[in-house]
Structure formats: C-alpha cells, structure tokens
C-alpha cells in the first residue's frame, strides 16, 4: 500500500438521530444491568454490533421471544409490528422501546389510514424492501393485509378499481419512488380512476439530505471508501450513489479488505459511510490508512 497525499473523513457520515438514541439507549441499560436482550441486530452493521454483544448486549429472534418470560427487551430503530407488543404482553416482558421517531409516526399513519380505507375497501402499499424490519412493522399496522410494493412488477397486484394509499420506506430511494408513484398514478388514469389514488412522501429527510451530500463529497476524491454494514438497505443505497458519482469508489465492510487496495502517492482519499456506520469504524479505517 502506497503513501497518499490526503485522507479525509465525511463529517456528515455516521447514525442518523434514530439509530444514535437506540445505541444510547442500549448503552444505558447495558451500564446498569450487565446485559439485554434486543429484538434482531439493533444496527446493520457487523463492527458495532460486535461491540455491544461485548457489552452485554443480547439478540434474540422472534421466535425466541415467545419463549420469554419477564425479561426486558429492546425495540430497534426499525419499529416493530403491534403483534410483537401483544406477545410482551403476554410474557410479561418489559419493552423497551426505541422505535425512530419518524418511523413511529408513519406507523401510526398507516395505521389511521388502513382504519380509514377498511370502510372504503380501501388498499394500503408500502414501498419498501420486502422482509426489511421497518417494513414488516409497517405492514403490522395493516393486519397484514397491506401490499409490498418493492419493484415496478409488484404494481400488478393493485385493483385499480378501488380506492389506494401509497406510502414508502422512510429509508428508500427517493428517485426510485417517484418512478413507482408515476407507474401507478399512470395505470389509475388509464382506467379512469385517477381520483381513487393518494400518496404521501414518507422518505426521511436526513437519508435525502445524506444522498445530497454525498454526492458532493464523492466528487471531491480521487478514491472513495464507503464504510458499511453488508446488510444496511441505507449503506447499499448511498454507496450507489458514490459509485455513480465517483466510479473509483470501495465498498469497505472491515479493516481486513484494505490491504488489497492499491492507491497512488498522490491521491485524495475520501472515506464515508451509512446512516448505519459508526464513526469510531470511520476513523479506525483513516487511522490504518495513515499507519500503512
């Protein structure tokens, strides 16, 4: 590995305010109890999780939660659907909650409006990754009765005869959204009930903001270190972006990878990351380039 003429690490990169308060929140129970259980990975990232298993932090599946019994458990950023809580309830397990603000919100919305949309025979869609925690919890709110809506060929399952609320991912691509919006308003027109069909833009505005200024910050360097958990739906969405703007861009998982990375003595390296990526990873990635 050559010697580089800049590192630079993305001060904008690292948890977005849902994932920092779910850490914290982890951390405080985990300082005073020893240990906790916590309802699948509180962060798609494999280093920081890694961490708070050594602190004590315990991840139990769904399944393992029925079998549970006055225990305590933590609820993830991602949200969790209502059957999750009347399982607590039942075992009698302390839920500590520490669903994003701004996905709780758009439970309850989803929620209201499939009340809403029953009496109506109504249809509620979700765009979103299929299986993804936050769109599980978001189709809980539906009963299950809500409908995925994660490609172009998913818009088939619509009856275009009755009435349709769309909603999205608050984590999904804003362009990619727009694209299904207009694909579905398109067929509503083509029979003639354009009237029949609503949306919301429920996408946060900090993965937005995110994507907005990585795209600057790509640009920027000669080489682009994306910094992400494999598993983060948010870390592969923003490194495409880095790709798209910046082709010699590395999608960076662990320290392990970057001895196989060559770079000229000139270069400028940018390093980034997910709303998922803590920063202490970040710098940990600056601090082995440096040493190198």
Known sequence: MSRVAEIKIDEQSGFCFGVINAIKTAEEWLAKEGSLYCLGDLVHNSEEMQRLTDLGLQVITHEELRELHH???????HG????TYRIAQE????????????VLHLQQTIRRCFEDASSDFGQILIFGKKGHAEVVGLLGQTRQQGIVISSPEDIDKIDFSKPAWLFSQTTQNTDEYQQIVTAIRKKYNDFGNAHLFEYSDTICHSVVNRSRQIEQFARQFDTILFVSGEKSSNGL???????????????????EQLPSLQFSPSDHIGICGATSTPMWLMQKVRDYLISM
């Open 71 to 77: 225990v305590r458990v933590l609820i993830r950023a």
């Open 237 to 255: 969405y923003l490194f495409e972006i880095c790709k798209k703007n910046n082709p010699n861009s590395f999608f960076i998982t662990r320290l």
């Open 80 to 83: 969790e659907p209502p059957e």
């Open 91 to 102: 075992n009698n397990i302390e839920i500590i909650d520490a669903t994003c603000k701004v």
